[in-house]
C-alpha cells in the first residue's frame, strides 16, 4: 500500500510539473530537471540506477532516453505498465532535460 501511495504521489507530481512547464517553450534549468528526475527515483532508484525488475536510467544516452520516451508516450511499448501513463505528462523539452540529466553531464544545451 505504502509503494503505491508514492507512485501516486509521483504521477500527481508529474503532472502538475508537466502542465507548468509545457506552458511555454523554455530551456529548463539543472534544478527544473532534478525535481521532474524526482519522481523517476520512486520506480528507478536513486539517481535512477534501478531497482530491478525495473531498469537502471542513469548513463542512458540521450538520443536512446528520448526515443523509448517518445515510444512510451506513442503507446509503441508492449506491456509497459505505468511507463506509457506517465511518458504523456512530459513534452519534448522536459524529455531532453531528463535525457541530459540521466546521461550525466548537464551542458544547458539539448542532446
Known sequence: MRRTGWALAALVAVGIAG???AQGAREISFEEASVL???CANCHG???RGMPPVPAIAGMAPNA???RMTDFRADLVPGATIMQRIALGFDDAEIAALARYFAGGWTGAAP
Open 19 to 21: 502542465s507548468v512547464f
Open 46 to 48: 536513486p539517481d535512477g
Open 37 to 39: 528526475a524526482g519522481g
Open 65 to 67: 532516453f528520448i526515443a
